[in-house]
Nanobody
Framework: QAHLVESGGGSVQAGGSLSLSCGAS????????MGWFRQAPGKEREGVAS????????IYANSVKGRFTVSQDSAKNTVYLQMNSLKPEDTAMYYC???????????????WGQGTQVTVSS
């Protein structure tokens, strides 16, 4: 089972940028995709961005397209999320995950990090 640790969250004003990182260890070769999800208070967890372990496939939620970029460094077993032009509605706990498919259906994602908080003020 993969062990995932996120870092890079914090507080920023609207329009600012943050970069998240997720280091993975364990049997990550069994997972085909890495992804970022977020959950705001009182809301369901939602997919933000995902990337295949080959790097050939990326998927973004409509709400973040053009603002967020997911990437990976397979040599370091690390996946990144660059977040630009942040909005107050991006405020949430952000989770890294490893899954069997890149789609955002939660059933595909079996390994989760503890989360890192992102807060965007207006």
């Amino acid at each position: 089972q993969a062990h995932l640790v996120e870092s890079g969250g914090g507080s920023v004003q609207a329009g600012g940028s943050l970069s998240l990182s997720c280091g993975a260890s364990g049997y990550t070769y069994t997972r085909r995709c890495m992804g970022w999800f977020r959950q705001a208070p009182g809301k369901e967890r939602e997919g933000v961005a995902s990337i295949s372990t080959s790097g050939r496939t990326t998927i973004y939620a409509n709400s973040v397209k053009g603002r967020f970029t997911v990437s990976q460094d397979s040599a370091k077993n690390t996946v990144y999320l660059q977040m630009n032009s942040l909005k107050p509605e991006d405020t949430a706990m952000y989770y890294c995950a490893a899954g069997d498919a890149c789609a955002f259906d939660l059933g595909y994602w079996g390994d989760w990090g503890q989360g890192t908080q992102v807060t965007v003020s207006s």
